[in-house]
Nanobody, 123 residues
């Protein structure tokens, strides 16, 4: 059973920073592309950032490019800088379906999800 657990969310002021982490049970993140998604109140869940299984390649939504950095070792991370109130959402980490598969912007390509961690940015 794959279990993903996010941590690091909380309250930040506009312009501040937070670092999210995602831990996987066992080593069930190895050789899988991973991604972060988020869901704001009243909105659909949207793609934030993804990283290849090797960690070599990354991809970002335009709204976070230059402010957020995704990385991985035995865990998955999302460094969020220069936060704005528009970043307020529940953030989810997700594992792609296919071993050594490419990352994807489509959440339908992910089959394991964490429970989410709340990020709230005040103005």
């Amino acid at each position: 059973q794959v279990r993903l657990v996010e941590s690091g969310g909380g309250l930040a002021q506009a312009g501040g920073s937070l670092r999210l982490s995602c831990a996987a049970s066992g080593r069930t993140m190895d050789y899988y592309a991973m991604a972060w998604f988020r869901q704001a109140p009243g909105k659909e869940r949207e793609f934030v950032a993804a990283i290849s299984w090797s960690g070599t390649y990354t991809y970002y939504a335009d709204s976070v490019k230059g402010r957020f950095t995704i990385s991985r070792d035995s865990e998955l991370y999302l460094q969020m800088n220069n936060l704005s109130p528009e970043d307020t959402a529940v953030y989810f980490c997700a594992r792609v379906k296919r071993l050594r598969g490419e990352f994807s912007l489509d959440q339908r390509d992910y089959n394991y999800w964490g429970q989410g961690t709340q990020v709230t940015v005040s103005s």
